[in-house]
């Protein structure tokens, strides 16, 4: 299986094309989003793929900042591109900018163990109570874990535990936005868009590389 594999400490960049010609269809898991219409769009979402060590993703950035990071296997991820587009007023193009060279930089860190907190720009459309569901997402310091409880009590909205668990299915920035942290009340792995073994994954990276306080025991959930 994918996760018995050793994974490597970094990754790199598959390819990094202008947007034409198209990419081989082979390098995406369908069709990118576009119409005749798209193409005279005011604004661009410029996407790219990564290979990580847990395998390949895709990043998508404005001008303004990255708006998506997802593993390919997401079902909503199609869905979710072209809810962007058509958010941003955007037409999609297959082309590296200043922000998603920045995130491939500190995901490599990232995965080689060097990087905590991540500095890159994020747009992240949706709901005043999603924003606020992402926040404190961006709050669980990394090697720690929350329960969908905790998450609630931290947005003094105790009773919301579903509507909190379906928030964090909603974000669109997997690892940044580390919805990978928050797991169930009795300790056990709940559910993950990129997939049980991935979760499990990232969170023994971060416990391996976590710095405890003088005389503190490590103990991942």
Same mark, same amino acid.
């Given at each position: 299986?994918?996760?018995?594999?050793?994974? !490597?400490?970094?990754? =790199?960049?598959?390819?990094? #094309?202008?947007? =034409?010609?198209?990419?081989?269809?082979? @390098?995406?898991? &369908?069709?990118?989003?576009?119409?005749?219409?798209?193409?005279?769009?005011?604004?661009? %979402?410029?996407?790219?793929?990564?290979?990580?060590?847990?395998?390949?993703?895709?990043?998508?950035?404005?001008?303004?900042?990255?708006?998506?990071?997802?593993?390919?296997?997401?079902?909503?991820?199609?869905?979710?591109?072209? @809810?962007?587009?058509?958010?941003? /007023?955007?037409?999609?193009?297959?082309?590296?900018?200043?922000?998603? #060279?920045?995130?491939?930089?500190?995901?490599?860190?990232?995965?080689?163990?060097?990087?905590? =907190?991540?500095?890159?720009?994020?747009?992240?459309?949706?709901?005043?109570?999603?924003?606020?569901? &992402?926040?404190? %997402?961006?709050?669980?310091?990394?090697?720690?874990?929350?329960?969908?409880?905790?998450?609630?009590?931290?947005?003094?909205?105790?009773?919301?535990? #579903?509507?909190?668990?379906?928030? /964090?299915?909603? /974000? #669109?920035?997997?690892?940044?936005? !580390?919805?990978?942290?928050?797991?169930?009340?009795?300790?056990?792995?709940?559910?993950?868009?990129?997939?049980? &073994?991935?979760?499990?994954?990232?969170?023994?990276?971060?416990?391996?590389?976590?710095?405890?306080?003088?005389?503190?025991?490590?103990?991942?959930?």
């Amino acid at each position: 299986m994918p996760h018995s594999q050793p994974a !490597p400490s970094q990754f =790199e960049l598959r390819f990094d #094309r202008p947007a =034409e010609p198209a990419s081989p269809a082979s @390098d995406w898991p &369908w069709p990118l989003p576009g119409t005749a219409a798209a193409d005279h769009a005011p604004h661009v %979402l410029e996407l790219i793929r990564l290979e990580t060590p847990l395998g390949p993703m895709m990043a998508g950035a404005t001008a303004e900042g990255v708006c998506l990071l997802e593993f390919f296997e997401r079902r909503e991820l199609q869905t979710e591109l072209q @809810d962007l587009a058509q958010r941003f /007023n955007a037409r999609v193009v297959e082309r590296d900018n200043a922000h998603l #060279r920045q995130l491939r930089a500190q995901l490599t860190e990232y995965f080689a163990g060097a990087r905590q =907190e991540f500095s890159v720009p994020l747009i992240t459309p949706g709901s005043a109570f999603q924003q606020q569901v &992402w926040q404190v %997402l961006r709050q669980i310091p990394y090697g720690h874990t929350r329960s969908y409880g905790q998450q609630a009590l931290a947005l003094k909205k105790p009773e919301a535990v #579903r509507a909190v668990a379906a928030a /964090n299915g909603q /974000n #669109r920035i997997a690892i940044v936005i !580390p919805c990978h942290r928050v797991i169930g009340a009795d300790g056990k792995l709940t559910g993950y868009a990129g997939g049980l &073994w991935r979760k499990q994954r990232l969170l023994e990276l971060e416990q391996r590389h976590r710095q405890p306080t003088p005389g503190q025991q490590i103990a991942l959930f």
